[in-house]
């Protein structure tokens, strides 16, 4: 990955969403190539059961800014302590149809297992970066969303899970921005608003 495209982005802020929070894309690089790090939602929590995430949530008033809103949720969510964590820069934050406005960081962290917190999570899954840019395993469709217009929506399918909706939005531009992927001009098909997700 290219470290330094990351740290020399300049990352557009969303400052006028009711509510804030942030992720840690984690990605570890070891010996069976480069992987990033994602939770599998548990599938009790009220919102985005069972999705595939990167490890994060919303700001507490504890948290002295985003970036330690950050490091707080991947230490309780997966046990990622915060001295282990090398932020290398951020991407562009992003709003969700939840209306949180969500500012995701990029850093390297350490090739071990990572124990994932039940209340919260219901799995860690640790996915090669070069299937995760495989186009192979990469689709797109594009919907009218009723509040915010015309969108398009990937899904990234590898190992037996699928990564999409705003952490797919967030892999997409880390991809691009730290490896040679690009995401295709067309996508692979138009559906109606309503139409049932494809996961």
Same mark, same amino acid.
């Given at each position: 990955?290219?470290?330094?495209?990351?740290?020399?982005?300049?990352?557009?802020?969303?400052?006028?969403?009711?509510?804030?929070?942030?992720?840690?894309?984690?990605?570890?690089? %070891?010996?069976? %190539?480069?992987?990033?790090?994602?939770t599998?939602?548990a599938?009790?929590?009220?919102?985005?059961?069972?999705?595939?995430?990167?490890?994060g %949530?919303?700001?507490?008033?504890?948290?002295?800014?985003?970036?330690?809103?950050? *490091?707080?949720e $991947?230490?309780?969510?997966?046990?990622? $302590?915060?001295?282990?964590?090398?932020?290398? %820069?951020?991407?562009?934050?992003? *709003?969700?149809?939840?209306?949180?406005?969500v500012?995701?960081?990029?850093?390297?962290?350490?090739?071990?297992?990572?124990?994932?917190?039940?209340?919260?999570?219901?799995?860690?899954?640790?996915?090669?970066?070069?299937?995760l840019?495989?186009?192979?395993?990469?689709?797109?469709? *594009?919907?009218?969303?009723?509040?915010?217009?015309?969108i398009?929506?990937?899904?990234?399918?590898?190992?037996?899970?699928?990564?999409?909706? $705003?952490?797919?939005?967030?892999?997409?531009?880390?991809?691009?921005?730290?490896?040679?992927?690009?995401m295709?001009?067309?996508?692979d *098909?138009?559906?109606?608003?309503?139409?049932?997700?494809?996961?």
């Amino acid at each position: 990955m290219d470290w330094q495209r990351v740290a020399d982005h300049d990352p557009v802020a969303v400052t006028d969403e009711a509510r804030e929070a942030a992720v840690i894309a984690p990605v570890v690089a %070891g010996e069976d %190539g480069t992987r990033l790090v994602f939770t599998k939602r548990a599938d009790h929590l009220g919102e985005h059961p069972g999705q595939m995430s990167f490890p994060g %949530g919303g700001r507490e008033p504890v948290d002295a800014d985003l970036r330690a809103t950050a *490091r707080r949720e $991947a230490r309780e969510e997966i046990g990622l $302590a915060p001295p282990e964590l090398d932020v290398v %820069g951020r991407l562009d934050d992003i *709003r969700t149809i939840t209306n949180y406005a969500v500012r995701p960081y990029v850093a390297r962290v350490p090739d071990r297992e990572y124990t994932p917190d039940r209340r919260e999570v219901a799995e860690v899954a640790v996915l090669a970066v070069d299937d995760l840019a495989d186009l192979d395993n990469y689709e797109s469709e *594009r919907r009218d969303h009723p509040h915010h217009g015309d969108i398009r929506v990937h899904f990234f399918r590898v190992d037996g899970y699928t990564v999409w909706g $705003a952490t797919a939005r967030i892999l997409v531009q880390l991809l691009e921005l730290a490896t040679d992927w690009t995401m295709p001009g067309e996508v692979d *098909r138009v559906v109606d608003p309503d139409a049932d997700f494809p996961v």
